[in-house]
């Protein structure tokens, strides 16, 4: 185990180097199609070293407790250091020269998971060339929380979160980002009417029409816990006028995408079921 | 037309099967004895829940005293299914109790019943993730409890450790990720890193190297049983030390005022 400290050791080194060199990590570099790159270079290197582990013994030992253990106490140290640290906002500049105040871009803190992810892909390689039955909550706990963590992450680049602000009785096509950015969408909300009504309790809707280029696809009612889904974007109740209150012609909507969801999904579902495998089995 | 004047009515006899299933247990009755009389109780407790449900003609679970009713009604569930699957004598006792505290919290104070709940709340997620954490808390509880006896009196403890620390690590896997589900429902992310989100990551890590520590190197015991003590201090930091954090102050969703 003692190597593994020193791998992690030398990862934490190179991350802070990097740090130094390049500053922090640039997550919006990851937008499609360089995540989707990452993603099968990560899979196509995780099998190469797999099918040449018989001849490399850093191969073979990557699937082991002995470095999975370092790794892990890495990423814990790394995710307390999370938690004592204030973070600056999404977006803004870390406020101390050395970058833990943005700790998501902290290469330290990237790199100690993108180690402990190689190694649970290695150890799941391992475990799927030959499927046992007995494997099966094995590999929904390590495929899971690989697939989540790999798809959650390298996905984080593609999700967009907009606002559109619409008026009675127009039709909007442009929604603006938190960097004030505006985007013209492929899809358009036509707002017949908003309203606030008291009775039986408190509540906030808008009645819309969805447009696409070919034409409406839609009309529905959006309300505060009711979310309305159209070409993969979920659309949310989200402000009104309030200087106007229950007079307010004007509904503002929260527009959010996220074309990973399916497959950090996947492994969530993947982890659930390991989880609740501790029910029907005697043992992990 | 049932109200909360009638709670009562059902809520004694319930908690009455509970304490009767919980004293079986504990005196090592048969198994089937002691779940038919948790599984009266439940019944009883259910149909005043389906009752407020027809009455108000929505779920109850909007205010903070029907979120109540709810954890009143899981917490022995969930203190039955963890019995019947390892046979631990107290658990039943354990959420009895807890479940009787809730109940007593609605008869004794009325005023809370029509509290709204914030609207990110009134959500079917809310019940099972706080529940299903709770559980958490109790078994990684007595699982720290049993490491300190065996630090302090020697006394070989590690099988039960062991085995509780897995059930409590899956619970805690389990409402992690309900927490996620239901985030994403609420608030369109599934994981955002707030400090909250923070330090359960920090503890379902520290429980993970526990499980892995002990697969990897079973002789170590000291080591193991001082980690059980990290892995607590984590869970507590997670549950109500974020509250006190100062980096957490004012950045936190989950801190409600």
């Known amino acids: 185990m003692t190597e593994g400290g020193f791998v992690c050791l030398a990862l934490m080194l190179a991350g802070l180097l990097l740090q130094l060199a390049l500053g922090p ?28 582990r018989s001849r490399v013994a850093l191969f073979r030992w990557m699937a082991t407790l002995h470095a999975g253990i370092p790794a892990l106490l890495t990423c814990a140290m790394m995710t307390i250091l999370l938690g004592v640290t204030r973070q600056v906002p999404a977006g803004h500049v870390p406020t101390e020269p050395i970058g833990i105040t943005s700790m998501l871009s902290f290469w330290p803190f990237v790199l100690s998971y993108i180690w402990l992810m190689l190694l649970v892909g290695m150890v799941c390689a391992t475990r799927l060339v030959r499927p046992k039955k007995r494997n099966i909550p094995f590999l929904l706990h390590h495929m899971g929380i690989f697939i989540a963590l790999v798809a959650g992450t390298l996905g984080s680049a593609d999700m967009q979160r907009l606002r559109m602000v619409v008026q009675e009785g127009k039709t909007e096509w442009r929604a603006v980002d938190d960097h004030h950015r505006i985007h013209h969408l492929p899809i358009a909300i036509e707002l017949h009417d908003f ?10 809707s808008s009645d819309v029409s969805v447009h696409t280029k070919n034409g409406i696809i839609g009309r529905d009612t959006i309300l505060v816990n009711k979310p309305l889904s159209a070409k993969g974007w979920k659309i949310y109740q989200y402000s009104y006028d309030e200087t106007k209150g229950n007079r307010s012609d004007v509904s503002v909507f929260e527009l959010v995408r996220d074309p990973w969801l399916p497959v950090v999904y996947v492994g969530i579902f993947m982890m659930l079921a390991g989880a609740l495998s501790i029910f029907a089995g005697k043992k992990w | 037309m049932v109200t909360w004047n009638e709670l009562w009515l059902f809520a004694l006899p319930a908690i009455l099967c509970w304490a009767v299933a919980s004293l079986l247990s504990l005196r090592g009755e048969r198994q089937k004895t002691v779940c038919l009389f948790a599984i009266i109780g439940l019944l009883i407790f259910g149909s005043y829940i389906a009752s407020m449900w027809i009455s108000l003609k929505h779920p109850p679970m909007r205010t903070m ?64 993730h706080v529940i299903i954490y709770m559980f958490a808390y109790a078994t990684t509880g007595v699982a720290m409890l049993l490491s300190l006896w065996q630090l302090y009196r ?30 994403k429902e609420a608030w369109g992310t599934y994981w955002s890193w707030d400090p909250k989100e923070t330090w359960a990551a920090a503890t379902w890590l520290n429980y993970l190297i526990y499980v892995h520590l002990r697969q990897s190197r079973p002789a170590a015991i000291t080591p193991a049983l001082l980690w059980q003590v990290i892995c607590f201090l984590c869970l507590q930091m997670c549950w109500w030390g974020i509250n006190y954090l100062p980096s957490a102050q004012g950045t936190s969703i989950h801190v409600y005022g």
Request: glycine letters at 4%; hydrophobic letters at 55%; a neutral charge.
């Open chain 1, 25 to 52: 990590v640039c997550w919006e570099t990851m937008a499609w199609p360089a995540n989707g790159i990452v993603m099968l270079l990560l899979l196509t290197s995780i099998a190469l070293m797999h099918t040449l």
């Open chain 1, 195 to 204: 309203s606030i009504t008291q009775e039986p309790e408190l509540s906030f």
């Open chain 2, 65 to 128: 005293g029907e979120t109540r009713l709810w954890y009143s009604l899981f917490l022995p569930l969930v203190g039955l299914i963890t019995y019947s699957r390892w046979r631990y004598r107290w658990i039943l006792l354990f959420s009895t109790i807890l479940s009787t505290v809730f109940i007593a919290i609605n008869i004794l104070k009325p005023e809370i019943h029509s509290k709204t709940l914030m609207p990110a709340l009134q959500s079917p997620w809310f019940a099972p």
């Open chain 2, 154 to 183: 020697k006394q070989e403890q590690m099988a039960a450790i062991d085995n509780l620390t897995r059930v409590g690590l899956s619970f805690i896997t389990i409402g992690m990720l309900f927490g996620a589900l239901w985030a």
